[in-house]
């Protein structure tokens, strides 16, 4: 396994930019989420695929924010008009679904900076 | 909903002293347990993980944990901790009857161990 990948590592941009991320998962995993940590916290659960279904949304991500996952491949996340309370690392897990002991491996994460 | 509770902020300990990090969730059904470090200027790794069966688990690098069901409880130790152990640590529950396989994620433990 080549692990999970996410592009770009680091993100700056001015507020009211929009912004896209993306994440490769492992070959085969085939369950994507996408989750958000702030300084000095764990990081907090946004979204999941399963393939290429959408099958959840935290309260937290607000209207602004996307996430699409065309093929049930790669991932994007996409977040509008930019506010300074977005920066934070967005971080990307993938796993295999079909049994109970299913376990997430994470990638290196974006950091963006909302200027 | 889950919640979890890290009451270590910052542990400062001498290489060879023993570690206990403490992990205490809320949720009221069957839950997968789940610790993952973070290396300075790493990504997250899965430390060790419970999903049922014995409740002392051994992870990699000498950790384990020991799953109390009735304190609530997944406490991480290892014996004699070594500089290379400096990182963060961050517990993690999700609910196995529901199915949801989100991540609930504790505020994490800063370790720092001196040489």
């Known amino acids: 396994d080549t692990g999970v990948s996410q592009n770009p590592r680091h993100k700056i941009t001015k507020r009211g930019q929009n912004v896209t991320f993306r994440c490769d998962p492992i070959?085969?995993?085939?369950?994507l989420y996408w989750y958000r940590q702030t300084l000095g916290q764990g990081p907090e659960f946004l979204t999941y695929?399963?393939?290429?279904?959408?099958?959840?949304k935290s309260r937290l991500l607000s209207d602004r924010f996307s996430a699409e996952r065309p093929k049930g491949s790669f991932s994007t996340l996409e977040i509008q008009r930019t506010e300074q309370g977005d920066s934070a690392m967005y971080l990307c897990?993938?796993?295999?679904?079909?049994?109970?002991?299913?376990?997430?491996?994470f990638g290196p994460g974006t950091r963006l900076l909302v200027l | 909903a889950q919640s979890v509770s890290q009451h270590n902020h910052h542990v400062i300990l001498s290489e060879a002293a023993s570690l206990e990090l403490g992990c205490n969730y809320s949720?009221?059904?069957?839950?997968?347990l789940f610790w993952y470090v973070q290396y300075p200027g790493q990504h997250l790794q899965l430390l060790l993980k419970?999903?049922?069966?014995?409740?002392l688990v051994k992870g990699i690098k000498g950790f384990e944990a020991e799953f109390i069901k009735s304190k609530f409880s997944f406490n991480l130790r290892k014996p004699s901790v070594q500089w290379s152990d400096t990182a963060e640590y961050f517990c993690?529950?999700?609910?196995?009857?529901?199915?949801?396989?989100?991540?609930?994620f504790g505020s994490g433990t800063r370790l720092q161990v001196q040489p």
């Open positions: 419970y999903f049922s069966g014995d409740p």
């Open positions: 070959s085969e995993h085939n369950r």
């Open positions: 695929f399963q393939n290429e279904a959408q099958l959840e």
């Open positions: 949720y009221g059904g069957t839950v997968n």
């Open positions: 897990a993938s796993s295999v679904t079909g049994t109970s002991r299913e376990t997430q491996y």
């Open positions: 993690a529950v999700n609910a196995k009857d529901t199915g949801r396989r989100a991540l609930t």
